[in-house]
């Protein structure tokens, strides 16, 4: 079995890894850092998703790293673009030789003697078992599960003559030109499939349970291409970049604090890109306020332009059960269908589903309390990276990557080996890790770890907050203690 050093192990080699690889690279060029990266190629979500129409609900301007900011004008772009940048973004950094492709970690160990964690990774290509060891362990593998999407048991499903698909495994040759095609689902990836499937199929509709909010936005955004043209790059591009960071930051806030106004202003908007008549109290009224569930774009109204020209339609109703030729609604309707697309979400799963010990002790990570965002109590050097959920994912893993740079320099600086984050005094707090009321998120909370009601231990989304708390903030507070040794805490 081989075995190999690092002061760093950076697990995942999606956006959040390739960064953090880059910032590791540049802010900390003493530490020697391995990527291990579970599939064949670099990438993470933009890599695996290969649906027609995949793009991202993030602007671009803050979806690209702060350290290598996005500079043309499209601003919401399609999946290609985006696996091209971090690709582009690896190589020019110079981490492609760091990055271990098709090792699928599966276990880590902290053993306190050492000071270390042993990692236990497989070879997917070769089958093979390897281990690493390093002082610091950086996860980088978002927050769902890779290998399977989520897909409610439908009954009859076995009956249904035609093809059933989930987006995340979407076939590489699937023929959809002249097809019906049903959609489920009424979240971003239905929203992105429609009218990417109406451009060739013969008829798409979307069959949603409930509707979701919807904002259309255009790929570009004129305002941008005025700064771009008329001032130099090296102003230019932090004006946009914190534009959009703030702009989307604000927008969340108001629709916290004012959903009442936010619904008005998100209807009315609607009804100028549907024809008079349309039900939209029926399709585009949900039933949850604005952002306790991620707000969808429709890039260039595509959506609403496939809705116009009858290229798409929706229907709200609930699924009894699939037919031979399609699905049977409650209403009693039937929707034919040749091909059945579940667009009906993800699994969440907590630091790529590795199994975590601490002394020979497991980590069980709902018993644990999120430290700064990116700790947790109990686990000593390690950091995960969870990104917004309310803005640019990037945003705060370019935050993280850069809190953990500072966090090791810390460490050299004062001779420390060891940095364990501890549980605020009392009861374990009951506010999950992730505070959406997404369904994927509702079914994984009670997986999740918990979130205290105040600094260190609170989660923030507000993207200026957290630049000063963490960029500038200090590193050393009552939410950890350092040590040249393992400290034995209560956690």
């Known amino acids: 079995m081989t075995r190999e050093h690092a002061d760093v192990l ?15 690279r540049d802010e900390a060029p003493g530490k020697t850092f391995v990527v291990l990266e579970a599939r064949g190629a670099v990438g993470g979500t933009w890599d695996l998703f290969r649906y027609p129409g995949i793009r991202s609900d993030s602007d671009m301007f803050t979806l690209a790293y702060d350290f290598r900011p996005w500079t043309q004008v499209q601003s919401i772009v399609d999946g290609d673009a985006i696996r091209g940048y971090i690709r582009e973004t690896a190589a020019q950094y110079g981490i492609e030789d760091r990055i271990r ?64 698909v989930h987006p995340q495994h979407w076939p590489e040759h699937l023929d959809y030109a002249g097809k019906r095609v049903l959609v489920i689902g009424s979240g971003a990836t239905a929203v992105t499939l429609v009218p990417a499937l109406a451009e060739h199929a013969a008829h798409v509709t979307m069959v949603q349970r409930s509707p979701g909010y919807l904002l259309a936005l255009p790929t570009a955004d004129p305002l941008d291409g005025k700064l771009y043209r008329f001032l130099p790059a090296r102003l230019a591009v932090p004006i946009v970049r914190w534009r959009h960071a703030l702009l989307t930051g604000f927008a969340y806030q ?24 349309y039900d939209i109290d029926r399709h585009f009224t949900p039933r949850y306020e604005p952002w306790d569930q991620r707000l969808c774009i429709a890039r260039d109204a595509d959506l609403f332009r496939a809705l116009r020209a009858g290229t798409a339609s929706i229907v709200t109703d609930r699924i009894e059960t699939f037919t031979e030729r399609g699905i049977r609604l409650e209403s009693g309707q039937e929707q034919e269908a040749d091909i059945v697309v579940t667009a009906t979400g993800l699994n969440l799963l907590v630091a790529g589903g590795i199994t975590f010990t601490v002394d020979g002790e497991a980590v069980d990570f709902s018993k644990t309390v999120e430290y700064k965002g990116m700790m947790f109590s109990g686990v000593p050097n390690f950091a995960l990276t969870v990104g917004y959920t309310n803005t640019s994912w990037t945003l705060k893993a370019d935050l993280v990557a850069h809190y953990v740079t500072r966090l090791l320099r810390h460490m050299d600086t004062r001779g420390y080996q060891v940095c364990l984050p501890v549980a605020p005094p009392g009861k374990l707090p009951s506010a999950p890790f992730i505070d959406l009321q997404s369904g994927y998120v509702l079914r994984s909370a009670a997986k999740l770890p918990r979130q205290g009601a105040a600094r260190p231990w609170r989660l923030h989304q507000n993207y200026p907050r957290d630049v000063l708390f963490l960029r500038l903030g200090p590193i050393e507070d009552e939410g950890v203690v350092f040590s040249q040794v393992a400290t034995e805490v209560a956690v």
């Open 10 to 24: 950076i697990i995942g080699a999606g956006l959040a890894g390739v960064g953090a690889a880059c910032r590791l």
């Open 254 to 277: 108001v629709s916290r604090r004012l959903p009442g106004v936010v619904k008005k202003v998100l209807r009315r908007r609607i009804e100028r890109q549907l024809p008079p008549g």
């Open 101 to 164: 492709l098709h090792h699928k970690v599966v276990r880590v160990e902290w053993s306190s003697e050492s000071a270390q964690w042993t990692v236990h990774a497989v070879r997917s290509d070769t089958g093979e078992n390897v281990e690493f060891t390093c002082g610091f362990l950086f996860c980088n593998t978002g927050y769902y599960d890779y290998d399977e999407g989520y897909t409610p048991d439908f009954p009859g499903v076995e009956r249904f003559r035609g093809t059933v």
